[in-house]
């Protein structure tokens, strides 16, 4: 409502709707802000990652006027995992392990010395087909820093490339493994975790509460699995590091009645 009390403006994902002296009116606008301010003309509108938004009516077609006016960020204040790259690139994971209900959406951000950027997320669940959420860590290429995957407790393993979504492992084109394979929505758990380079250029991740935990993807392409009869079907890595002498160490958060950490 405008500070005179007399107008209103709605905005959704497709429309803004107004309403002055009583009568509403439709906008059909595809931009997906979340909040607007109207003067009975032209709007003002805040995007969660745009930043605000000054727009235009002509002839009752709303026109975005460019540039948007924002600062420089992270997206939402959710930083689950952190790691540093060698070119001191930081690289933030916003999600969770998901045993607690938590369904933080998709959020992958890194900072150098240009700012703040976010990874692409909006359109990823449309075009996976469920939810993308839970991320738990974030790998840079050490050949191409456009090049990164993501690990999540949701569907798999992400690829990106300068950002973009490129592709999703999951237990149907990959060995990753589902923990509930006879499930309607068995793709949603394949939960992976701990996703990180060693120095041959191999990338390393864990795959959570299934029976083979430890996965490989080879510097040229193939993939390697290890299986550990002591630690299948366990809950909740987190992480993988290397020591000097390139053995791998591998965390585990907490104990269950079935698994002993």
Known sequence: VNPEGDKLVLCGP???VTMK???LKSYPFYADFSW??????SFWASHRYRGMQYITNKDDILLIEEPAVSVNAPIRNLCYKLSLTDKDR???AGGSQNYVNIYNPGTVMTYDENGWYTFEEDSISEKIGYAYINVTGVAEDPNDDTHHFVSAACCGLFEY?????VKLYNCENSPIMTIRPQSANFRRYCWTSGVTY???HNLWFLNNQVDTILHVI????TWKNFYFPELASYPTFDNIYFDSRGWAWITHRRETAEHHA
């Open 14 to 16: 497709e429309e803004f």
């Open 21 to 23: 002296d009583g009568v």
């Open 36 to 41: 607007a301010s109207w003067d009975g003309t």
């Open 90 to 92: 930081l690289l933030v």
């Open 161 to 165: 490339r300068n950002g973009k979504f």
């Open 198 to 200: 060693d120095n041959a």
């Open 218 to 221: 080879k510097a040229d392409g």
